[in-house]
């Protein structure tokens, strides 16, 4: 026996307009639920697609910084995200008023299991809003240093000098002490020290370390570059060769210090003056003669 399409039809009708859930005067439907998580679903594919569509249009201005496009690409969607929120909970016939009760109980949740995630949340807003940090600076964390690559809600993703990626949970940057290389400027000054050997002609030695200096490219010219005669060393006479070097990447300053010091160890070698190692004097008493004993060992 077929079914008409009047009998689908209201078979259909029924279970669309199945009640879920009733207390007082709200009810819930099925129909409801179903429309409000399409709402939401469709609702979060509009969003990341605008979001998308206005950071390839932003990215074309001469104006828009890459910071600038991610801190309002996350302002946009956390708006966004709310509003969708707000809009399909009416749909599905659940009052927006229903927090005022789950308030209380959303707090004490908080307090106990999830101090860490809220405050890294909110730290995340704070370095968005402040920028202490950006996409692109160059930071040192204790004894790691890297390339922030991304600011996300719960943490900031590092990509250090070996290639590891390193995750950071957003208040630390809040809490600790971190140094920022590039907050102000990508100008950061070196420093190459050599030791040479006593009775080396030390404004020759001046002279070629700054020589070396002057023809690297990625040292910022117009900025001052200074030799130091630092000390008079147990082994050397040190010196200190002072430099401005435009950072791009965090292996940078390593690379030019490296170039200075092949370029220096050439120079040097080619005007004869020698680069200092650790050395010592035996001086013996001959004014007297050596004492010697020899003893049998046992057996």
């Known amino acids: 026996m077929q079914m008409s399409w009047t009998d689908v039809s209201t078979n259909f009708s029924k279970i669309w307009n199945t009640e879920l859930w009733k ?38 201005s001469a104006h828009a910084s890459q910071n600038t496009i991610f801190a309002f690409r996350k302002l946009f969607s956390f708006l966004a995200y709310v509003l969708i929120v707000l809009i399909a909970l009416p749909v599905a016939g659940i009052p927006i008023t229903i927090f005022a009760v789950l308030g209380g109980a959303l707090a004490i949740g908080v307090g106990f299991g999830a101090q860490n995630l809220l405050n890294n949340l909110i730290s995340g807003m704070i370095l968005i809003a402040e920028r202490p940090i950006r996409i692109g600076d160059i930071v040192e964390l204790e004894n790691e240093r890297g390339r922030i690559e991304e600011i996300g809600n719960r943490c900031v993703r590092i990509k250090r000098y070996d290639g590891v990626h390193v995750l950071v949970p957003n208040s630390y940057f809040l809490e600790q002490r971190v140094v920022n290389w ?9 420093t190459v020290t050599v030791g040479v050997a006593y009775g080396s002609p030390i404004d020759k030695v001046r002279e070629l370390m700054l020589e070396a200096a002057s023809k690297h490219e990625k040292i910022v010219q117009e900025l001052p570059i200074e030799v130091f005669f630092d000390d008079f060393g147990d082994n050397s006479l040190t010196f200190n060769l002072m430099f401005w070097t435009a950072v791009e990447a965090p292996m940078d300053i390593r690379r030019v210090q490296s170039d200075i010091r092949f370029k220096i160890d050439k120079l040097f070698a080619e005007s004869n003056i020698v680069i200092a190692f650790p050395q010592r004097d035996v001086h013996l008493d001959t004014l007297k003669p050596l004492e010697i004993k020899m003893t049998k060992a046992d057996a």
């Open 23 to 60: 207390t007082g005067d709200a009810q819930i439907h099925l129909s409801q639920v179903i429309i409000a998580l399409a709402l939401i679903v469709v609702g979060v594919i509009v969003i990341r697609w605008v979001g998308s569509r206005l950071v390839k249009r932003a990215l074309k």
């Open 182 to 190: 590039t907050l102000v400027s990508t100008e950061i000054r070196s």
